[in-house]
């Protein structure tokens, strides 16, 4: 009777998901198409860690994104969506869309004074970063300049 005790917690446990991921980015990288988001093989924009956190469920926790210390710039971070004749068209740098796995989504950078966003070249639309449609919880930004 122990047994089948551990046995059915075990499984319970097991099909009850709680972490969100956790993804890495670092400045300056050239991206090779083989980063996993890990801290040995960290993403090279936040844009790329945003697009693999949207195919993710996290469970019931919410997904964060360390950035690392280093500035990110335009070519880096860019978001694209077509306007009526097909051509992209550039929104945002950073855009964190409304799908319901980024809700609640943390983005935390090394610190204010060490962590940019190059805004030199904004959009056409003036915007750095866009976020929209997200949910309850929202997106949380910290730690960049």
Request: net charge negative; charged share 15%; proline share 3%.
């Amino acid at each position: 009777m122990f047994l089948r005790a551990i046995l059915f917690a075990f499984v319970c446990l097991a099909g009850f998901r709680t972490w969100g991921a956790t993804y890495y980015v670092t400045a300056g990288r050239v991206p090779a198409g083989t980063e996993h988001g890990t801290p040995e093989s960290p993403f090279s924009s936040i844009q790329q860690a945003i697009r693999v956190a949207a195919t993710n469920d996290p469970g019931s926790r919410a997904h964060i994104i360390y950035v690392a210390s280093g500035i990110y710039n335009r070519g880096q971070e860019e978001s694209l969506s077509s306007n009526d004749e097909g051509v992209g068209v550039v929104q945002s740098l950073i855009h964190v869309t409304g799908h319901s796995f980024l809700n609640g989504l943390q983005i935390i950078g090394a610190g204010s004074e060490a962590t940019f966003i190059d805004a030199m070249e904004p959009s056409s639309y003036g915007r750095v970063m866009r976020i929209d449609g997200v949910g309850s919880n929202g997106v949380s930004v910290s730690g960049l300049t």
